[in-house]
């Protein structure tokens, strides 16, 4: 993409969506470290277990649904 034949509204719609890219890669990034680190307690093997499955989904929901709350609470202050 050639910057210099963007105008002004094409190149903020662009950089808007740059930025929700680098937000979402930063927000998978650390929800696996953060449930990785709750839920494999041990050296993984070849599968999980059903335990930390459970614990791995449980622990992305939370995550996911904490994000929706954050981001609904941010979009009401505007």
Known sequence: MDPSALNSAEL???ISQEKQ???LNEMVAKLTNVCWDKCITGTPGSKF???E???LS??????????????KRFQSMH
Request: charged content about 10%.
């Open 12 to 14: 903020q719609q662009f």
């Open 21 to 23: 890219k680098a937000m």
């Open 49 to 51: 277990s059903s335990s």
């Open 53 to 55: 499955s459970s614990c």
């Open 58 to 71: 449980n622990c992305a929901q939370r995550y996911m649904d904490l994000s929706v709350i954050i981001m």
